[in-house]
């Protein structure tokens, strides 16, 4: 029996010993596993919390616009700005805000909401929607050059045909045809083949005087050849001498 006691006391011993040495490295360690933890999870409910309080806001500024309320919308909007700006909510609602600001009259209102999508938001997919609203905006204002300006701005492919065809529309009734007829050119090129917004392109396209033609380069046609319309037959190869 004593023995065995003085085996349990080393024992002892060497724990009071260990734990003397790295006890506090441990409790530290242990301390900040706990509370890397715990800040996860307030993360999690907080942004959980953000997210719904911001999705009410925006549900508001939907239903208002829905019912043509301009003053509800306001109050709801400029709640969802200031207090949750960062969420995604926000400039959908801006979006949505631009749009009824734009039905009522309220065209500065309207450029200011897609002005601060383009300006804060860090999504690119909401930015490229609002630089196109506004670039359409700017063209029916008749201000050809900045609608431009606001166009010319690196954009995914997914709005590039949309992109190309509002440029050649602005070219075409600031009376620049043969640049108007290159932006339809590329437009078509990024368009779906099925798509039927492509024919009403290619239609805008041939009443600006059909495809312009192409500089000699790599994937082009020969200088002074013309890019043949979408459907049209393809002209016959020409024979060897």
């Known amino acids: 029996m004593a023995v065995y006691d003085l085996e349990e006391q080393d024992k002892l011993d060497d724990l009071k010993s260990w734990w003397k040495q790295w006890g ?30 911001a ?10 616009a829905r019912a043509n309320d301009t003053a509800k919308a306001k109050d709801a909007m400029a709640q969802l700005a200031d207090k949750f700006g960062g969420t995604g909510y926000a400039p959908r609602g801006a979006l949505i805000m631009a749009a009824l600001l734009f039905d009522s009259g309220d065209v ?23 630089r196109l609203r506004l670039a359409a905006i700017l063209f029916d204002e008749k201000q ?35 640049e108007a007829r290159k932006a339809y050119q590329a437009a078509l090129a990024h368009l779906d083949a099925k798509s039927p917004y492509r024919n009403f392109v290619q239609v805008k396209l041939d009443s600006q005087g059909g495809p312009v033609a192409i500089a000699v380069g790599a ?14 037959p393809a002209p016959a190869p020409a024979t060897s001498k």
Not at 35 to 50: I, N, P, Y
Not at 146 to 163: N, P, Q, S, V
């Open 108 to 130: 500065a209102g309207a450029k200011a909401q897609l002005a601060s999508v383009i300006d804060k938001n860090a999504d690119d997919e909401m930015k490229e929607i609002a």
């Open 24 to 53: 506090n490295a441990v409790a530290g360690t242990v301390l900040a596993v706990c509370l890397g933890v715990l800040g996860v999870q307030g993360w999690r409910w907080w942004s959980q919390h953000q997210a719904e309080q």
């Open 144 to 178: 050809h050059d900045e609608a431009l300006r606001t166009l010319d701005t690196k954009h995914g492919e997914t709005f590039a045909g949309i992109y190309d065809d509002l440029r050649g529309d602005i070219l075409a009734a600031a009376g620049r045809t043969d």
């Open 219 to 232: 994937g082009t046609a020969g200088a002074g050849t013309a890019v043949p319309a979408a459907g049209a």
């Open 55 to 64: 999705s009410v806001l925006y549900n508001a500024v939907s239903a208002a």
